[in-house]
């Protein structure tokens, strides 16, 4: 990757500094569910107030569409940014013109201010060189600490960059850093497990991974799809038989690339797709005619475990099974808290990342044991799937 600037290469007392982060938190009413990338971007914020800057935060909340909705106001996370930051944070009611302008004026160093909703204006996600000019206008430099918002070629996270000296924040940081060594340039060998339902929203996922892992492991419903391309009976398990064919095509490009592929020798099968269902455990070829799949099964387990042995890097998308169903969440979890105890080992590096795989891994209880979690989810997926994050380039054009 080409080099990015980082908060270590500039001198940002008395600046305006402008910091796009995502605090596209889930919300229960006025209530933050989750303050995970909250505390994501507390040390890039703290150490810009600390350091005497003018921080000017820069965000989306929800999908307004590009109009002014009360209803996804940045303003209802405020207090809980507050509580995180354990600082005072001043809000403008919009993120640019006269009143972006005012606030900005008013700021004295180590004050923070946060915008409204960027996604108020058309102009964000069209990425609108007028509107990035006004965003431009508020700022010194640009800081972008919002990796799991890089992927979208918006005028926050895109169009201002190529306008500000831009660097990247502290969380950009760690998160490009662990998926460079997770990826880019791992100690192998490395595996990969994805899973999830389906193939067909992960096909340049998996496509990208055979090429770069030496193994791949594939779990949940997607697992069904290839188990059925090589012939198995999987009785009700969810399947997409269209897809049969991409599934060799897949297996096919594995080999060539001296990827192993790792499925499920048995199953954990069930008639009903709820929690607590009657279940047994079965070979993957001797699935019921009336059963689905909806874990993997012991023997499956002890396989993965041992493919974790021999590996030195580990990156992780999907779940296993039906997890937020048990007993369906066994395999999940009991992949997670070997990965994890390899990790306290010191023997595996461990980068997981997407909204589900998450939430998985916390039901574990092992997130705090991995070596990186990644607080995104569509970014990612792109990542995994060897794109181009427009956020992430637009660090490393040169101004
Ligand atoms: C996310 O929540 O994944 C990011 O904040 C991006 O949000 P978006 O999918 O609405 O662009
Ligand atoms: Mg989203």
């Given at each position: ?55 000017i ?48 004026a ?6 923070v ?10 102009g ?25 918002a ?6 926050s ?33 490395v ?21 770069r892992?030496?193994a ?22 969810l ?27 048995d ?39 041992q ?57 574990a ?35």
């Amino acid at each position: 990757m080409a080099a990015y600037k980082t908060l270590d290469d500039v001198n940002v007392a008395g600046k305006r500094v402008l910091v796009r982060v995502d605090l596209n938190v889930p919300m229960d009413g006025a209530r933050v569910t989750d303050d995970t990338r909250l505390r994501a971007v507390a040390p890039t914020i703290n150490e810009l107030a600390q350091k005497g800057a003018k921080t000017i935060l820069l965000a989306h909340f929800g999908r307004p569409k590009g109009k002014r909705d009360e209803s996804q106001s940045l303003k209802a996370i405020l207090p809980a940014l507050e509580q995180t930051l354990k600082q005072d944070v001043h809000f403008a009611d919009d993120c640019v013109g006269e009143a972006a302008e005012a606030a900005v004026a008013k700021l004295t160093p180590g004050d923070v201010l946060l915008l409204e909703n960027t996604r108020f204006h058309a102009g964000e996600e069209k990425n609108d060189p007028a509107f990035a000019e006004a965003l431009a206008r508020l700022g010194d430099i640009y800081v972008d600490d919002a990796f799991s918002a890089a992927h979208r070629a918006h005028a926050s996270t895109e169009g201002v960059a190529r306008l500000l000296p831009a660097y990247a924040g502290r969380s950009m940081q760690a998160e490009l850093d662990a998926l460079d060594k997770a990826l880019s340039s791992p100690e192998r060998p490395v595996v990969a497990i994805v899973g999830g339902a389906k193939v067909s929203t992960k096909l340049d996922l998996l496509g990208n991974l055979v090429k770069r892992v030496d193994a791949l492991v594939i779990g949940g419903g997607m697992a069904n799809t290839f188990l059925a391309a090589q012939g198995a009976e999987i009785g009700k398990s969810l399947c997409e038989r269209d897809l049969l064919d991409t599934a060799r095509e897949i297996i096919a490009k594995a080999g060539e690339a001296g990827c192993e592929i790792v499925l499920p020798v048995d199953g954990r099968v069930a008639k009903e797709f709820r929690a607590h269902a009657e279940n047994r455990v079965v070979a993957t070829d001797h699935v019921g005619a009336d059963e689905m799949i909806l874990d993997i099964g012991p023997k499956s387990i002890e396989r993965v475990a041992q493919v974790l042995d021999g590996a030195k890097t580990l990156v992780w998308n999907g779940p296993f099974g039906a997890f937020e169903m048990q007993p369906f969440d066994e395999g999940t979890v009991a992949v997670a808290k070997k990965a994890a105890a390899l990790t306290r080992e010191g023997r595996l590096l461990t980068v997981a990342g997407g909204g589900d795989t998450v939430a998985a891994l916390n039901a574990a209880g092992v997130a705090d044991d991995f070596s990186y979690i990644s607080t995104a989810g569509g970014a990612f997926l792109e990542w995994l799937e060897g794109k181009e994050l427009p956020g992430v380039a637009a660090l490393t054009a040169t101004k």
